[in-house]
């Protein structure tokens, strides 16, 4: 794209407006363009850490805020707690944690764990979300079921992953939660019986053929070259293997804790491999976003300059001016085998530094791979850029031993 040829979202009638009431959803999201045919416009949310570099606190705070939500419509009723994969892990598991939720479960797109259901998302680059607690007694926790995304755009995937966990453990009521709602009037109509909380809502105008519109546009330019090419360091760092990693099997809430406690060890075991003098971004591997936020606070309160972000599957459309949220974006060879060969990192940089900024990129073992260290895979690009690149290896959690781990657990429970 030159100069000569200026262009914003708003020139493609892509716009975001607020709701006379409450908090402006404009402060939550900034519209963007991505690169799918079912639906070419995406909502980059400045309070997630999934595309932007956030500060933790600005992440924490606004998963609270909504669990805050939550819990006046739950009454001190028990709820298991389900988050959309990939963007709405984290989100999901911080609302669990802030409630206290006996069960918190997200879904995955990660195969190899023994799955116990399915459904699809229709308008998602990678439509189907798999479940893989680790027995399918931990769905049926309490007659609440709430279910965490980032937003609600046309409640299609609430719905539809509604009556998919209806069918493997029904429960009396469902409480959707999202940072943002934008359904239209019809859309509001259309689950009556479900009830519908976010901290902010509003409606996005989409421009008729906007697909078209996308696919029109000049090819974005991907994986920054920099002068002077950055250095990398892996790490293989401890994690208790009766401590789930994230909510892909299931967390208990016995287990909120111990997760954030093994957190804040991996961060004391990367600090002395990080420079305390510049400004560190903690990247996520996909899913793993949990993880690496903790990690990111314990980091902080250890006297890190920090921020957090995660990779994701989805291609949006990068394009560098002030007015659009994905000004730089990185293309690269999924760490993981996978029929979708590149993943993607936007932005990735934080300014008021005169060297690019330093990343600690925390993944499982699942994710690392030669393919991580391969030509065009995340290491080689971010290092191409100039990013000194430190790498936190953790053990993945096996469905297998922690159900082995909570049998007890589940013993006691039912004993009382």
């Known amino acids: 794209m030159t100069a000569a040829a200026p262009w914003s979202v708003s020139e493609l009638g892509l716009r975001v407006h607020d709701s006379p009431d409450g908090t402006p959803v404009s402060h939550l999201i900034r519209p963007g363009l991505r690169q799918n045919p079912r639906r070419a416009h995406l909502l980059v949310s400045t309070v997630l850490g999934k595309h932007l570099p956030t500060p933790p606190a600005t992440v924490r705070d606004s998963a609270d805020a909504l669990a805050d939500q939550?819990?006046?419509l739950l009454r001190g009723a028990p709820a298991t707690v389900f988050g959309f994969a990939e963007t709405a892990t984290g989100l999901g598991h911080c609302v669990a944690a802030r409630l206290g939720s006996e069960v918190y479960l997200h879904s995955t797109r990660r195969r190899g764990?023994?799955?116990?259901?399915?459904?699809?998302e229709g308008h998602s680059h990678a439509t189907e979300h798999l479940l893989q607690p680790s027995s399918p007694e931990l769905?049926?926790?309490?007659?609440?079921l709430v279910l965490v995304d980032d937003e609600i755009s046309t409640g299609t995937t609430a719905l539809d992953s509604i009556r998919a966990l209806h069918a493997i453990t029904?429960?009396?009521r469902y409480i959707v939660a999202s940072l943002v709602d934008v359904r239209n009037n019809v859309q509001h109509s259309a689950a009556p019986s479900i009830e519908f909380v976010s901290l902010a809502t509003g409606s996005v105008d989409v421009p008729t053929g906007l697909p078209e519109l996308v696919a029109d546009l000049?090819?974005?330019e991907w994986n920054p070259i920099s002068p002077r090419a950055g250095a990398t360091r892996i790490l293989q760092v401890p994690w208790p293997s009766d401590v789930p990693d994230g909510g892909r099997h299931g967390v208990l809430r016995q287990e909120h804790d111990r997760i954030r406690s093994a957190a804040g060890d991996v961060a004391l075991a990367v600090s002395p491999h990080l420079d305390p003098g510049r400004r560190l971004l903690v990247v996520g591997h996909e899913e793993l976003m949990y993880l690496p936020l903790c990690v990111a606070e314990s980091l902080g309160e250890i006297g890190f300059d920090v921020h957090y972000q995660t990779t994701t599957r989805s291609p949006a459309y990068v394009f560098d001016s002030p007015d659009y949220p994905l000004r730089r974006g990185f293309r690269f060879i999924s760490p993981e085998p996978d029929p979708a060969p590149y993943r993607h990192l936007y932005n990735a940089e934080l300014?008021?530094?005169?060297?690019p900024t330093q990343i600690l990129f925390v993944a499982d073992s699942r994710a690392d791979t030669d393919r991580l260290r391969a030509p065009g895979g995340l290491l080689d690009v971010l290092t191409a850029?100039?990013?000194?690149v430190t790498v936190a290896v953790v053990p993945a959690s096996r469905q297998e031993d922690l159900a082995q781990a909570r049998r007890p657990l589940s013993h006691r429970a039912a004993q009382r």
């Open 113 to 120: 764990a023994h799955t116990h259901g399915t459904f699809t």
């Open 385 to 388: 850029a100039g990013h000194d």
């Open 139 to 144: 769905l049926d926790s309490g007659r609440v």
């Open 218 to 220: 000049p090819s974005a």
């Open 170 to 172: 029904p429960h009396d």
């Open 351 to 355: 300014p008021g530094t005169d060297r």
């Open 70 to 72: 939550v819990a006046v």
